[in-house]
């Protein structure tokens, strides 16, 4: 492709409109480099397994009865058909509805019906399922790649992989589970749409300000969000560009060192905080409450996860202005019940009274950009300014600047092997 898409400081519609560029990111990039699969508490115990959609292909990921994980297409080798419907389940093994062929949970081709008419040579390891060749898993977070020839996981995440420990390290046991049922949302935009919100302080007071007019009438100033009611360049909140396309959005210099304070209230928290302290008392009660808002930080690992207050979400591309957004509130191993029952009750917060409006905005989005006479989105804030990167590769800069937005997009390019790419 010839055209310059990304220019360093502006990016052209084409980008989240053409279907050409659509069906190079589903085979550059979410068949071309390291992705995220699912998580090990998901599939706790052997012969457990999820069902994913990964760049508009249906992965069964499970965990093998040697304990090893394995990522599988979702399709019978013998005439196609999608071998696996449930979302989640325990099988050792998978047998297609079609013809009852049938494979270990490892992929092998165990078994073909009445063999008799493909003769003596039929060897049943060529009909193997597919297989991600790159499997690895970091504090929990389960990776593959249907590409072997990439670099290594650690070098994929560099610096990312630290914070995602550190998210992980909130939870007293280090373990972070992710057991709820999934909240499911379809959006009439391009996926790279949410990515260029991934890491943007600069929208939260105008996109969100009727969540904090509404809290701040409800329930005074200093609240969730309120830090973003001023200029939020003045305080100490940050932006870092994490390289390969990875971001991190810190707003715990605004909320330390009470989140339980800053936090917005939920229903019926009362009753169960009561509950809490009649089990740890006064002394411990604090610092369980520390557990319960989120982690104020913001972490996107490029192309499809993200970390956000107490959630985990992960994006799915279903065709070029058409994109499914999945998320799971996460709960903690070895704290009283009370502390995940509440942190439940904080994950349904900003899914219902935040991400909407960031849902509404990339809409009207995708809609604006069949306008076609304006060709190019300005992402050019903080340019020039962005300063040099630390030993690690990492950026870090004032929460309102569009750094990490021009770095993905220049990964993204990268990938994509355009014009242009840096």
Not at 49 to 66: A, C, N
Not at 87 to 98: D, I, P
Not at 359 to 372: D, H, M
């Amino acid at each position: 492709m010839s055209d310059v898409l990304f220019d360093g400081r502006r990016v052209h519609r084409r980008a989240y409109v053409d279907p050409q560029v659509f069906e190079l990111e589903m085979d550059r990039i979410f068949a071309g480099t390291w992705v995220y699969l699912a998580h090990e508490s998901q599939i706790p115990e052997p012969n457990d397994y999820v069902v994913v959609e990964i760049g508009r292909r249906s992965v069964i990921v499970t965990r093998r009865p040697d304990g090893n994980v394995a990522a599988l297409l979702n399709r019978c080798t013998h005439r196609g058909v999608q071998l696996c419907v449930e979302q989640a389940g325990s099988a050792k093994r998978f047998t297609c509805a079609y013809h009852g062929w049938t494979f270990a949970n490892d992929g092998t081709c165990v078994a073909v019906p009445f063999p008799r008419p493909y003769g003596e040579t039929l060897d049943k390891s060529a009909y193997d399922l597919g297989r991600f060749p790159r499997v690895e898993i970091r504090h929990g977070f389960i990776f593959g790649s249907l590409t072997p020839e990439v670099p290594t996981l650690d070098e994929h995440l560099g610096a990312a992989a630290d914070l995602l420990g550190e998210w992980t390290a909130r939870s007293p046991s280090g373990r972070v589970v992710v057991g709820s049922g999934a909240r499911r949302i379809q959006i009439a935009g391009n996926w790279k749409l949410c990515w260029d919100n991934a890491a943007d302080g600069y929208h939260a007071g105008f996109v969100h300000k009727s969540l904090v007019v509404m809290t701040n009438e409800r329930h005074g100033g200093g609240k969730s969000l309120s830090h973003f009611d001023r200029d939020p360049d003045a305080g100490a909140m940050y932006t870092a560009d994490l390289g390969r396309g990875h971001a991190f959005l810190d707003q715990r210099p605004a909320v330390a060192p009470d989140r339980w304070a800053h936090a917005r209230p939920v229903p019926a928290a009362e009753e169960i905080v009561d509950a809490l302290r009649r089990e740890v008392g006064d002394d411990q009660l604090a610092a369980h409450l520390d557990l319960v808002p989120g982690a104020a930080m913001n972490i996107s690992i490029f192309p499809n996860l993200f970390l956000s207050g107490n959630l985990l979400a992960t994006l799915e591309p279903v065709s070029v202005g058409l994109s499914n957004m999945t998320s799971w509130a996460t709960t903690y191993d070895g704290v009283p019940d009370a502390v995940n029952q509440l942190r439940l009750r904080f994950s349904e917060d900003f899914v219902n009274f935040g991400e909407p409006d960031d849902i509404e905005v990339w809409e009207r989005t995708q809609r604006a950009l069949s306008i076609g006479e304006v060709q190019w989105l300005d992402v050019s804030r903080g340019s020039g300014l962005d300063g040099d990167a630390d030993e690690r590769g990492v950026r870090r800069v004032p929460i309102t600047y569009e750094t990490s937005l021009r770095s993905y997009l220049a990964e993204w390019a990268r990938l994509l092997d355009l014009e242009g790419a840096r």
